[in-house]
């Protein structure tokens, strides 16, 4: 059974920096791609940041690229998002994300508010 919990986020002021994690289970992260998405609201959930299972292949949202690190910890089943310079435009609640045999996975999603 595949599962994703995501944690740390929280409310900083604009400027700061947070780590967000998500601890899986049930997939190999040397085997899957993985992805964070987020949603403000009112809006739709957009892309932020997807990592291959080599590490070779990441991409990034035109709106993060420079501020915004994904990395993974294969031993510990975790995927990480660094997030720098927050801006107050990236307030919105973040998810861990993963296809797995067709299937989109998605986990409960952690809260990011940024004040200004």
């Known amino acids: 059974q595949v599962r994703l919990v995501e944690s740390g986020g929280g409310s900083v002021q604009a400027g700061d920096s947070l780590r967000l994690s998500c601890v899986t289970s049930?997939?190999?992260?040397?085997?899957?791609?993985m992805a964070w998405f987020r949603q403000a609201p009112g809006k739709e959930r957009e892309f932020v940041a997807a990592?291959?299972?080599?590490?070779?292949?990441?991409d990034y949202a035109a709106s993060v690229k420079d501020r915004f690190t994904i990395s993974k910890n294969n031993g510990k089943n975790t995927v990480y998002l660094q997030m720098n310079s927050l801006k107050p435009e990236d307030t919105a609640v973040y998810y861990c994300n993963v296809r797995f045999l067709g299937v989109d996975y998605w986990g409960q999603g952690t809260q990011v508010t940024v004040s200004a």
């Open positions: 049930g997939i190999s992260l040397s085997t899957t791609y």
């Open positions: 990592i291959s299972p080599s590490d070779v292949y990441i």
